[in-house]
Nanobody, 122 residues
Framework: QVQLVESGGGLVQAGGSLRLSCAMP???????????WAWYRQTPGKERELVAS?????????DYADAVKGRFTISRDNTKKMVYLQMNSLRPEDTATYYC???????????WGQGTQVTVSS
């Protein structure tokens, strides 16, 4: 089963930073560039919410949830075929499990990672 692999979560104090990484094993570059990618987060008892997304293409347009604008940055490294979420000025309310997601350009199928826990202490 295809699955994304995330890393980079952990425990950090409020005001600190973390960078999450996401990879899709064996993906080829052309597919990587033509897929859309996103980060979601979820806390117990709540629905998964979109945090940031990046559109297909060599440059990729980005979009962010209002709660993270100006603090989080989604990016792609096309050479490494990796997607990142740089999280700065973290707040306790950013505590959640973060999931990477990609939508396949040729089928609309969605694939998810296993999630990585981010905990921000006050």
């Amino acid at each position: 089963q295809v699955q994304l692999v995330e890393s980079g979560g952990g425990l950090v104090q409020a005001g600190g930073s973390l960078r999450l990484s996401c990879a899709m094993p064996r993906i080829i570059l052309s597919t990587f560039l033509r897929n859309s990618w996103a980060w979601y987060r979820q806390t117990p008892g709540k629905e998964r919410e979109l945090v940031a997304s990046i559109s297909p293409g060599s440059t990729g347009d980005t979009d962010y949830a209002d709660a993270v604008k100006g603090r989080f940055t989604i990016s792609r490294d096309n050479t490494k075929k990796m997607v990142y979420l740089q999280m700065n000025s973290l707040r306790p309310e950013d505590t959640a499990t973060y999931y990477c997601n990609t939508r396949m350009f040729n089928s609309d199928a969605l694939y998810w990672g296993q999630g990585t826990q981010v905990t921000v202490s006050s």
